[in-house]
């Protein structure tokens, strides 16, 4: 089973939060909340652990991934932000959207989809989530928490653990959070265009 730890949800303990955050440098996959449910997460520079994502998951190379960041300044280190897309994403975040742009040159080739050079990324509205960017010092290279058999997020983290444990090394007990998974927007070609509904309110687009 994994490890389990219990997170307050709104002020999360230092000492648990150095711990979760010690085990996703060592390469451990962990479940941890977000503004939009339990998110699926790992080291960004780790390619096993992101092959392990893949494998739980059974995505294809297709598949977008998220950069889950502290905020829009860590954003734009990894995404081509221009002024009015800048405007869209301080309206949206923190928040629960995700949003498709164009990678940097810091982002690894690994996670972005390969025949459009993009990367998901988002700003989430969790004090867990937070601490752990905060105390990670990057961003989380993360994905929804759809295992292959559900066709919605599993919101229990006890369940989670009893369920999925054997595949996991972490999972964070921050309450309820949710079990939608993000609204996802593309920012690509400047108008933004919603690829999915989801927790984020798709009426705060039209600014």
């Known amino acids: ?17 150095t711990q979760a955050v010690a085990l996703v440098q060592k ?9 939009s449910g339990y998110a699926l997460g790992c080291h960004l520079g780790d390619k096993s652990a992101l092959d392990r994502i893949r494998r739980v998951r059974q995505l294809d190379k297709q598949h977008n991934f998220t950069l889950v960041c502290r905020d829009l300044s860590e954003l734009a280190t990894y995404a081509r932000v221009d002024n009015a897309t800048f405007r869209v994403l301080k309206n949206l975040t ?4 995700t949003f498709i742009l164009r ?10 989809h390969p025949k459009r050079k993009t990367i998901g990324i988002r700003v989430p509205n969790n004090p ?3 601490a752990l960017l905060d105390a990670l010092g990057e961003p989380i290279m993360s994905t929804s928490l759809i295992f292959p058999e ?3 997020q599993v919101s229990d983290p006890y369940e989670i653990n009893e369920r999925y444990g054997s595949q996991l090394d972490l999972v964070i007990n921050g309450g309820y959070c949710g079990d939608q998974a ?6 690509t070609e400047g ?3 919603i690829l999915r509904e989801g927790a984020g309110d798709p009426t705060l687009l039209q600014i």
Do not use: C, S
């Open 103 to 112: 990678a940097t040159g810091e982002v690894p080739k690994r996670l972005m």
């Open 182 to 187: 993000t609204t996802v927007v593309d920012l």
């Open 191 to 193: 108008t933004p265009v």
């Open 94 to 97: 923190p928040g629960p959207f």
């Open 1 to 17: 089973m994994a490890q389990y730890l219990e997170i307050h949800p709104e002020n999360p303990q230092p000492r648990l939060i």
């Open 128 to 130: 867990i989530a937070l």
């Open 150 to 152: 559900e066709e919605v």
């Open 27 to 35: 390469g451990g996959l962990m479940v941890y909340p977000t503004d």
